[in-house]
């Protein structure tokens, strides 16, 4: 700030300029009538030329014998003074001795010359192994502007205005038209940590300058522009670049070392290139120990810019929702691969999962025979039965009672094998297809994919397709693409985990205060509301309701110390009896629909058996713990101190700025509502910021590549470790060029050639009208 203007010491005598040469009289007036300038417009009466001086008020005027403390708070008055005025400025040539600056120029941003350097295109071209250097002809602002202000430095270490040229060779900017000029635009704190957040929600840089001019109010209170915005996305992957897998590795394997129960495993290729990556925390160990009975992994393609297979492990939850045991980037989908990752899964966990679900994909098959040996694989139904469509014919493609017949035995999970490979040969020999080799094979394989085979797996009935894969590829895509670098995608990954976990607390919230409608007078339907959550609890209140209205007892026998129920199912016309053991004595009870078996849920038929033996307490022997309320434990705070020893602070200095902010936003939600006291805020607001302006001064401008580094949470290795992979050729690569819809095919294609007449030429007629060949008629 200013510290005093020094009129009683010897000021120094203003610098000769070309005003004083030109004649000019600065106390005549050659303004002309209706000038659109904007300033003081001055002409020379010896040579003609124009000058133009900032009209400012007098209190921001520099004046020679000015003293400041520092260079930066002689430089903030400057530029208040140019920007009041209309003109930028920077900063220039300075003089230094023994590690102090003693003499320094701020200068118009116009001062100087572009420098304009030929090209000789045609020696350059003549040159086979020259490569043409093509230049943009970029427009320049330098005007030559003399216009300046000179500091030296005094014997107390300050700083004395002793050369100070108001006069400008240009016009000045208006206003209005100052959010143009390139000292107006500077990305903040605030809003380089937007722009960055809102890329983990998979939104570009122009689109979140689009929301950040309409949450501020307009393009010219922004203060920066959509340019701007693509530039600090540059310079983020600028900074990434070639340390990109060597930044992801050692942040893995730095929650690997201070987190407790993360895992975190890696190998390389050739050139130690990233090949695979593999990474699950605590709370994914946690719910893989409830929820890890049945899994289902696929890869996904286009999730990063290397072309690396996406492999997330999905489950389902206590919620009958999707929820994520780990996940894997692999530059290859080879048997010898996946071998890896499924002992990098086996090695995390512990344990393998009963059933693993996939598609037909023989380097998976491979290697979960080998790794997996205790789990039982599942193929995906609908993709084989996609297939089947396709392998079939046209015929029997549309013909309804084929596709009727077909889907009633492959998608029954309640006949048995026998049952099933009889009515397949039926249907074979009814529509001709003996000799349909494709099917042949998926019959061979049958006990792999078909239902009626896994009627007593334990919970093999919760996941028939790769469906909950498809769905979770789907869930990662939305904040996704082909263009993120992989620490990118590790924290787009990181926010896509935080609004599944999010979703699921809220359905634990949800449960645990919110109570259902009660359909029937059955005291377990109250008692099973207490036990399961809210999805869980209407499936069992539809199977309890259908065992009230729908279902009857044809007839009761005894079965060593067993009593047999044969129960009709009146909703399903034509179905056979469905047998129920109950024993009393110790509550064991089965049903031949296997419901519980499949699905650890118990089916209509037994809720009937139990509510005519007047049970009222819900049998706990049959409460799976991964439907109830409380199936995961709660989850304590992992600690975090030591992951990010470079950007200790980073955490703490956001977590201030929120708190202020929400602070902030609290205060005009309650003053919005009366202009007064929100008048008052203001005005208080803004006295905080001259206050924090005179006590702070101008800060250092922190290098850009620390600011990237703070806001990624990463820092730059001296030399990378593990280099990116490349040449990445998936199954799902495909050509890469883009889709075109059949609507734009049309329009891009050539223009028929007109018809002409095959004797002449012409296009005006056809042959049947031809002049010639009439005229040839007529001399016959």
């Not at 937007?194 to 570009?204: E, P, W």
């Not at 290729?269 to 605590?282: K, R, T, Y």
């Not at 035995?409 to 026998?418: A, F, K, L, Q, R």
Request: aromatic residues 10%.
């Amino acid at each position: 700030m200013l510290v005093s203007k020094k009129h009683k010491v010897q000021i120094e005598e203003p610098i000769e300029n070309q005003m004083e040469e030109d004649g000019f009289d600065y106390d005549s007036d050659h303004s002309r009538e209706g000038r659109t300038t904007v300033g003081i417009e001055r002409i020379s009466p010896i040579t003609g030329r124009k000058y133009y001086r900032p009209d400012v008020p007098l209190s921001i005027r520099p004046e020679i014998g000015m003293i400041f403390l520092t260079l930066d708070e002689a430089f903030r008055f400057y530029d208040v003074y140019a920007k009041t005025g209309g003109f930028t400025v920077r900063k220039n040539t300075q003089v230094t001795k023994h590690g102090l600056v003693t003499l320094k120029y701020f200068v118009c941003s116009k001062e100087g010359q572009k420098i304009f350097r030929k090209v000789d295109t045609l020696s350059e071209s003549n040159d086979p192994n020259s490569v043409v250097k093509q230049r943009r002809n970029r427009p320049s602002i330098r005007t030559g502007c003399q216009a300046h202000l000179r500091l030296q430095l005094c014997h107390n270490n300050q700083y004395k205005v002793y050369g100070f040229v108001e006069d400008h060779n240009h016009i000045f900017v208006d206003s209005h038209d100052y959010q143009f000029l390139s000292a107006a635009r500077k990305l903040s704190y605030n809003k380089e940590d937007l722009i960055y957040s809102l890329s983990k929600l998979n939104i570009g840089p122009v689109k979140s300058f689009n929301i950040m001019r309409t949450h501020y109010g307009g393009f010219d209170k922004t203060g920066v522009t959509a340019v701007d915005c693509k530039n600090f996305k540059r310079d983020i992957n600028t900074f990434i670049g070639k340390y990109d897998a060597d930044m992801v590795v050692k942040r893995l394997l730095r929650k690997k070392q201070y987190i407790p129960d993360f895992s975190c495993d890696y190998f390389n290729g050739p050139e130690n290139s990233l090949a695979g990556l593999f990474w699950a925390d605590q709370e994914m160990k946690r719910n893989y120990t409830v929820f890890g009975d049945v899994v289902s992994f696929d890869a996904t393609y286009r999730s990063n810019k290397y072309d690396m297979l996406f492999v997330p492990f999905t489950g389902i939850d206590n919620h009958h929702r999707n929820v994520t045991f780990g996940a894997a980037l692999l530059g290859s989908e080879t048997a010898d691969t996946y071998i890896w990752l499924l002992r990098a899964f086996k090695k995390a966990f512990g344990r393998e999962p009963l059933v693993v679900v996939t598609d037909q994909d023989p380097a998976m098959k491979k290697a979960i025979q080998e790794v997996f040996t205790m789990s039982r694989h599942r193929l995906c139904m609908w993709h084989i039965m996609q297939k089947l469509a396709e392998k079939v014919g046209r015929t029997l493609r549309s013909d309804e009672s084929f596709k009727k017949q077909i889907c009633n035995i492959v998608w029954n999970d309640s006949i048995e094998p026998d049952m099933f490979e009889t009515k397949w040969k039926e249907i074979i020999t009814k529509f001709n297809l003996s000799s349909n080799k494709w099917l042949n094979d998926i019959f061979g394989i049958r006990d792999d994919w078909i239902p009626a085979y896994y009627r007593h797996e334990h919970m093999s009935g919760l996941m028939r397709t790769t469906s909950r894969s498809e769905s979770e590829n789907h869930f990662f895509g939305q904040v996704t693409n082909s263009r993120l670098t992989l620490v990118e995608f590790l924290t787009h990954f990181e926010s896509a985990i935080e609004a599944q976990r999010y979703k699921h607390r809220k359905n634990d919230h949800d449960t645990r205060n919110t109570k259902p409608d009660w359909i029937t007078d059955y005291e377990l339907e109250r008692e099973a509301d207490e036990i399961y959550t809210r999805n869980i609890f209407n499936d069992v209140q539809s199977e309890i309701y259908e065992a009230v209205h729908h279902v009857t007892s044809l007839c009761v026998t005894e079965v060593g110390d067993f009593a047999r129920f044969s129960i009709k199912d009146l909703k399903l016309e034509g179905s056979d009896l469905y047998q129920v053991l109950y024993r009393e004595e110790d509550m064991v009870i089965s049903c031949s629909c296997n419901r519980y078996e499949q699905y650890g849920l118990l089916c209509r038929h037994i809720f009937y058996v139990l509510r005519l033996c007047e049970v009222k307490v819900f049998p706990k022997n049959y409460v799976l713990k991964r439907w109830t309320r409380d199936a995961v434990p709660k989850q304590s705070v992992p600690p975090t101190s030591g992951i990010d020893v470079e950007n200790e602070n980073v955490d703490g200095v956001q977590g201030v700025v929120r708190e202020i902010m929400s602070s902030t936003e609290n205060l005009v939600n309650r003053l919005v509502h009366n202009m007064d006291q929100l008048v008052i805020y203001r005005d208080e607001l803004k006295g905080k910021m001259v206050a924090a302006d005179a006590s702070c001064g101008v800060s250092q401008p922190i290098p850009k590549a620390d600011r990237v580094a703070k806001l990624l949470g990463y820092n730059q290795p001296e030399e990378p470790s593990v280099y990116v992979p490349s040449g990445i050729r998936t199954k799902g690569c495909g050509s890469k060029k883009r889709f075109k819809p059949i609507r734009e095919q049309v329009a891009n294609k050539p223009p028929r050639r007109p018809r002409a007449c095959h004797i002449c030429g012409s296009e005006e007629h056809d042959r049947r009208t031809c002049k010639e060949k009439n005229a040839d008629k007529s001399a016959n």
